[in-house]
């Protein structure tokens, strides 16, 4: 099995809590095709660098999945049909980061900034 972060992209218009069952319905269909993830973050929603389909935000996740090609491969498939997702990535890593991924550290580090005024 290969070690992939698969990140998504969803319209704005969603709610979060859509976004988190749409993550949770992602993970359960992947365990049933034979992978597994590894961990999942939610990043929010977020402004987009150009407009996509009229869209100048969108709720981001990041998924650290553990499956096979043809497992990948079928979850873009179904991303694809899916009117509520914009765009999606997967990326073959050689191994999973153990620290919290850069956007939540940015946001942390925003916190703390918060804290001390």
């Known amino acids: 099995m ?8 969803s319209r ?4 979060t809590a859509q ?3 749409f993550v949770q319905n992602l993970a359960t269909k992947i365990e049933n095709m034979g992978g597994s993830v590894e961990g999942a973050e939610y990043w929010g929603l977020r402004n987009l660098a150009y407009r996509m389909n009229k869209n100048r935000k ?3 996740s990041l998924l650290k ?9 079928e979850i873009e498939r179904q991303h694809r049909i899916n009117e509520d997702i914009l765009r999606y990535m997967s990326i073959r890593v ?8 850069p956007i939540l550290k940015k946001r942390e580090e925003r916190k703390r900034r918060e804290d001390r005024k």
């Open 94 to 101: 050689d191994e999973f980061s153990e620290d919290p991924s």
């Open 19 to 21: 976004v988190e069952e």
């Open 58 to 60: 969108a709720h981001y």
């Open 2 to 9: 290969s070690l992939y972060e698969h990140v998504v992209i």
């Open 12 to 15: 704005p218009d969603i709610s």
């Open 65 to 73: 999945v553990n499956a096979l090609p043809d497992t990948i491969h």
